[in-house]
């Protein structure tokens, strides 16, 4: 399963677009890109799956370019109610239960 | 994260006595996955069960826990002997398949004294 990279924290205002990237360098052709959404004393809500260029639903979107060695998770007009810790994930489809999560980015959103 | 229930949602044991973590999956889905997280870290997977199966425990400690989801009713985490190191909140997640996206429910706060 490929190892994720993505930045440990990120500051944003209310109705700003926030962009979260993830470098997933050894991705294999088999995997696809999953982004998970956790808040404190919750457990991890699923946003959003792609496997290349553009993937779009009523939360996000989700880009991943050519070579699919990145992705990142685009919140359109972020308010404080998307600050969250957000987990990028990169395995196949599914991946028979083993996810593997990282720290994730936390995302704090200000007034 | 309606529809995966766990219970209790906190539990507190001494050194020594067994927790037993519940977690029913949403309705329709027969797989079942179980994760643990100790606090500014992300999920770590312990186990992946399908009914009456266990079809990969890779991530479980090999002594003192066990996990099961019988045909009927919740799945079940049981540790034994419980030690200090044990503290942590255990998720639970289900998917109708294996390559469906997992649904998580809140978890539970094991506590150990």
């Known amino acids: 399963l490929a190892k994720t990279t993505q930045p440990i924290s990120m500051d944003s205002y209310e109705g700003q677009e926030v962009n979260i990237t993830c470098s997933h360098n050894n991705i294999a052709t088999n995997d696809y890109i999953t982004w998970y959404q956790q808040f404190p004393s919750q457990g991890p809500r699923f946003i959003i799956q792609?496997?290349?260029t553009k993937v779009t639903n009523e939360v996000a979107s989700l880009f991943i370019p050519a070579d699919r060695k990145s992705s990142t998770l685009s919140l359109p007009r972020v308010s404080l109610s998307d600050t969250a810790v957000y987990y990028c994930?990169?395995?196949?489809?599914?991946?028979?239960?083993?996810?593997?999560f990282g720290k994730g980015t936390k995302l704090s959103v200000k007034p | 994260n309606a529809g995966v229930m766990q219970n209790p949602r906190h539990l507190v044991r001494r050194r020594g006595q067994e927790a037993r973590l519940r977690c029913s999956p949403m309705?329709?889905?027969?797989?079942v996955y179980w994760y643990r997280q100790l606090p500014e870290e992300g999920l770590k997977f312990m186990v992946y069960?399908?009914?009456?199966?266990?079809?990969?425990e890779s991530g479980m400690p090999k002594e003192r826990f066990s996990a099961e989801f019988p045909k009927e009713g919740p799945s079940i985490l049981r540790i034994q002997q419980v030690v200090r190191g044990d503290s942590a909140a255990y998720f639970c997640?289900?998917?109708?398949?294996?390559?469906?996206?997992?649904?998580f429910g809140d978890g539970t706060r094991l506590s150990i004294l």
């Open positions: 994930l990169v395995g196949e489809q599914g991946s028979q239960g083993n996810l593997i």
């Open positions: 069960l399908q009914k009456e199966n266990i079809i990969d």
């Open positions: 792609g496997y290349k």
């Open positions: 309705k329709g889905h027969s797989h």
């Open positions: 997640a289900s998917s109708s398949t294996g390559y469906q996206p997992q649904h």
